[in-house]
């Protein structure tokens, strides 16, 4: 699971900072959300202190009906639990009590200040992709015309130097060395590099390329659905690499399938050209167009031909 604090969601989600500045470094670990409602209304029985807390109009409305003795007992109650984090919608005013109790128990207070109607869908799909299961993967994640395309092979065959050439040809770099790819849904998995080597790409006697001062901002992007794995393996001659070859193999990451091509690495070839065409040819399958069936249809249909006018001539 990834570590995520208050500060840096506060920094993505742009929240700003009401009360309780000292607890900006405290870990989210759930990804729930609940509204205090029955909170307010003294209920504490399900009262569950790892949740994110959400205070909008509703909640206020009540909380301003209940007499100044009850608030602060209902408060105390709720800040002493010590939640990670009380948003409020930007609708909302947070009452100078909600600000006293926030600096006393050193738990921030955050005002979306946007209008986002939406936020806590927001709020909470965010924290999903935060907070999931990642796996580091030792490769590179290249998107190709679009198509997120996971290189990787053994330490030293040329993955980061066929990632540069496809940056070169105008292609976006999202991971260099390692990708932590985590599962959004079943069927969707998300690839990203650490966040202390974004945008950096290493080649072996050159050594760190940055990659937008080197080729602008459009050379980079910070996540990508990955769709097609590119495995790059020494060039053996003992195996029999077929011209023509229909091949379904796939690797799975957490509950996902996605397709894997094995391509041989020997002097001469030109590496970078032969993933794009994988890539390339792999989203024309995603769009429903396979050559190897186009063109084995096509050869069946001309033996066909053949064997017909060869019985009509007999």
């Not at 205070?55 to 206020?60: L, P, V, W």
């Not at 299961?133 to 679009?146: E, F, S």
């Not at 910070?222 to 097609?228: C, G, S, T, Y």
């Not at 690495?265 to 050209?273: K, T």
Request: charged letters at 25%; glycine letters at 6%; hydrophobic letters at 40%.
């Amino acid at each position: 699971m990834s570590k995520l604090t208050v500060a840096k969601m506060a920094d993505d989600l742009k929240l700003k900072i009401r009360a309780g500045a000292q607890g900006v470094f405290k870990e989210i670990r759930s990804s729930n959300i609940t509204r205090p409602g029955l909170e307010f209304s003294g209920f504490f029985d399900c009262y569950e202190k790892d949740y994110i807390l959400y205070i909008g109009h509703k909640e206020m409305t009540y909380f301003a009906k209940l007499s100044p003795k009850v608030q602060e007992e209902r408060l105390h109650l709720i800040f002493s639990a010590l939640p990670p984090v009380i948003i409020f919608n930007h609708s909302t005013k947070i009452p100078d009590m909600f600000i006293s109790y926030g600096n006393q128990y050193s738990v921030t207070i955050l005002k979306d200040e946007s209008k986002r109607y939406e936020l806590v869908s927001k709020i909470h799909v965010y924290l999903l992709e935060k907070l999931a299961k990642r796996i580091p993967v030792h490769g590179v994640l290249i998107d190709i015309n679009g198509l997120g395309t996971l290189i990787i092979g053994q330490s030293g065959i040329g993955k980061s130097e066929v990632a540069l050439e496809l940056i070169k040809r105008g292609h976006q770099l999202i991971s260099d060395d390692r990708v932590d790819i985590y599962q959004k849904e079943v069927g969707i998995l998300i690839g990203e590099a650490p966040e202390v080597s974004r945008r950096y790409l290493e080649i072996r006697g050159v050594g760190i390329v940055d990659v937008i001062n080197m080729f602008g901002v459009s050379s980079f992007r910070e996540n990508k659905k990955v769709r097609l794995v590119v495995e790059l393996v020494k060039w053996n001659d003992q195996m029999d690499y077929k011209r023509l070859e229909f091949t379904n193999q796939t690797i799975k990451y957490f509950d996902t399938e996605i397709p894997i091509l094995k391509v041989p690495v020997s002097p001469g070839r030109n590496l970078a050209a032969i993933v794009e065409a994988c890539a390339s040819n792999q989203k024309l399958k995603y769009l429903g167009y396979n050559a190897y069936e186009a063109f084995t249809e096509a050869i069946d249909q001309l033996i066909k031909t053949n064997m017909e006018e060869n019985n009509d001539v007999s």
